[in-house]
């Protein structure tokens, strides 16, 4: 089921000719009529053999064309209306600039009232909008005179339509869909009802659905689709939604309905735009404009990116913030209008939500705005340009590709959420995403900071892996991923050494450290604490060099010892009898002639290798220690 669009101007004949196709009049509530004129959008359908066409009435008159936005920017085709008696009229121009801009490209035109006009006549103004078409999306598109009072030509109109049928793409049924509101109203024993054209996927009773920007959860009661109510809608159908837990004083047109948790709505976004030539006045920084995306109409304010103005004609980067937030997807459409002469603009390409910036130079505003950002995301002096032209001329899967490189890690709920796709290039490290490009930066910091702190720390195994993580703001576990992805980086111990790294000591150094190993040996059951170890002149930097190098053992408490005097303490546990069975601090302590604070550093550090067991006050044997 397919929606056509049709536009036209007051008495050209477009609810006769509607009514002459259909057999009905567009159903619109009763205020939308003013002395027979289309006021707001109506709709009926059409049924063809080759399938049933929905009609989006629009209205013509150029002080209309606000509602008229309402019902076009969905269609998948256009009928635009064109009465042969008075020819291309200044709404009519309005019209088909606000179809180009949308980028519709199927059509047909409609000359009404060919009964009233000769044969000559015809042949002109059939010609003259053949030559205005030509320079818009409708270039080519079929010209067919009718008359809705007499039938002429009713049969050809239709089976026009039936071919624009052919050519559109059937989509599959997706799972992401998206309504937008265009009328609300009420029904005694339903309740509240909103309609609208369905996009991107299905709607069913009994669905819980989300009204946005609201945030307000609803329930799917009852569907319809041109009057007869269905278990399911299916993209491109035009739908009465009768919904549950919401009232129609909260609903409004320009509001949509989605799945909760889908389809993210914008309050700021960067877009291209492209002016009118026949645009009033220049497009500029600071200016209030009504932006048209879906059924929305919003007061937006406009900052030209990279100048301070878009000439008419002219076309470059702009960011929009909006008075009310609004949906888009990727490369959607809108249309801007002067906010007061109500004349159009010209219209624009959604590229991607915004990070506020401030005068031409594109500065992004202030630190507080940018705390969410990560190290290796968006240089917080410029916006890339090139980057925004990389995206608007992008297919989606590139467009992923692209957005993902916008921060440095994305979980794979937020890129989903954010519509955004699968490409092969993107790096999935467990429940996270990131772009080739954004790993080789991590990578390329990760490398260097480890080189650096080598060379100045020659006697480390390296910066701490804690601080690295804080440095690169990755959170722990996708910190661990990357680490798995860079084969050149090892941990040790809690420190991120380079593989084949090997602590040198230099001549002086292990002098030092063999008289260190000579202070201990003099009192072998009282290992110093580091504290009295650096009071003596022995730098932390030796002594932890010294353990990594396996001539040096920290105990607990902070005490130090050599390998051979533990070793030496831990095989007499197992060699002497008082031991066996399990024993008492103060045995132990008493075996050693030393003091309750030493005899503690040996035995929590053999409960910790496993070499002992504590049980209460006693301790176990456990495993025997090996031996070089």
């Known amino acids: 089921m397919f929606i056509m669009g049709t536009a036209g101007h007051i008495d050209h004949g477009k609810s006769t000719l509607i009514k002459a196709l259909t057999g009905i009049n567009p159903d619109r509530l009763q205020e939308e009529q003013v002395r027979g004129m289309t006021v707001d959008l109506g709709f009926a359908w059409l049924t063809l053999p080759k399938g049933t066409v929905g009609i989006v009435d629009v209205p013509g008159h150029h002080r209309l064309v606000k509602n008229m936005l309402a019902g076009v920017g969905m269609v998948d085709f256009v009928l635009l209306v064109i009465a042969a008696d008075d020819g291309w009229m200044p709404q009519t121009q309005e019209h088909v600039d606000i179809l180009n801009l ?128 269905v278990e399911k809608g299916v993209p491109h159908s035009r739908l009465a939604v009768n919904l549950t837990g919401v009232e129609k004083a909260d609903l409004a047109r320009g509001m949509y309905l989605s799945l909760p948790g889908r389809r993210p709505h914008f309050s700021l976004i960067n877009a291209f735009v492209e002016v009118l030539p026949q645009a009033p006045a220049p497009l500029a920084t600071g200016q209030m404009v009504k932006l048209y995306v879906g059924t929305l109409e919003t007061l937006t304010r406009v900052r030209i990116l990279g100048g301070d103005e878009l000439a008419p004609g002219g076309e470059g980067f702009a960011q929009l913030e909006l008075e009310e937030p609004a949906h888009f997807t990727f490369q959607d459409r809108f249309i801007l209008r002067h ?35 990560f190290p290796f995301e968006k240089p917080e002096a410029h916006l890339d340009l090139a980057q ?61 900071a480890v080189k650096e702190f080598h060379a100045a720390n020659p006697l480390s195994p390296g910066p701490s892996k804690e601080t690295l993580r804080a440095a690169t703001g990755l959170p722990a576990r996708l910190f661990d991923q990357v680490l798995r992805k860079i084969p050149e980086l090892s941990e040790v111990q809690g420190f991120i050494s380079s593989q084949g790294h090997e602590l040198t000591l230099s001549p002086q150094e292990e002098q030092k450290l063999q008289e260190l190993r000579e202070l201990i040996g003099e009192t072998p059951y009282e290992p110093p604490s580091l504290s009295e170890l650096l009071e003596r002149g022995y730098s932390k930097e030796l002594i932890y060099a010294g353990a990594r190098l396996n001539r040096l053992t920290p105990l607990a408490n902070d005490h130090w010892t050599t390998p051979e005097i533990a070793g030496e303490v831990a095989a007499l546990l197992f060699t002497e009898a008082e031991f066996q069975n399990g024993f008492p601090l103060a045995a132990f302590r008493d075996r050693l002639g030393t003091s309750r604070k030493y005899a503690l550093a040996f035995l929590e550090y053999f409960d910790a290798q496993g070499i002992t067991i504590r049980k209460g006050d006693v301790r176990l044997l456990g495993r025997r220690p090996q031996t070089s």
């Open 102 to 229: 949308y980028g519709i490209k199927r059509g047909l035109v409609a000359l009404t009232k060919a009964d009233l006009v000769d044969e000559e006549w015809l042949e002109l103004v059939q010609a003259d909008i053949a030559e205005r078409l030509a320079a818009t999306s409708l270039r080519g598109c079929p010209i067919i005179p009718v008359s809705g009072v007499t039938g002429f030509n009713l049969d050809v109109l239709k089976e026009a339509i039936g071919d624009l049928l052919d050519t559109l793409v059937r989509e599959e049924e997706g799972a992401d869909p998206l309504l937008w509101i265009d009328r609300v109203f009420t029904i005694k024993g339903a309740g509240t009802v909103v309609t609208g054209t369905l996009l991107g996927g299905c709607l069913e009773v009994g669905m819980e659905v989300a009204v946005q920007p609201l945030g307000l959860k609803a329930r799917i009661r009852g569907l319809q689709t041109h009057t007869k109510s």
């Open 339 to 373: 906010s007061e002469l109500q004349e159009t603009i010209g219209g624009g390409t959604f590229i991607e939500g915004g990070i506020p910036v401030r005068g031409h130079n594109l500065r992004l505003v202030g630190p507080e705005r940018l705390r969410h950002l």
């Open 388 to 448: 925004l032209k990389a995206k608007l001329e992008a297919d989606p899967a590139q467009y992923s590709l692209l957005r993902a490189e916008d921060r440095t890690h994305w979980t794979l709920a937020q890129f989903r959420e954010a519509g955004l796709g699968a490409h092969p290039q993107l790096l999935e490290l467990g429940e996270f995403i990131m772009a080739p490009r954004q790993f080789a930066k991590v990578r390329s910091y990760l490398l260097e």
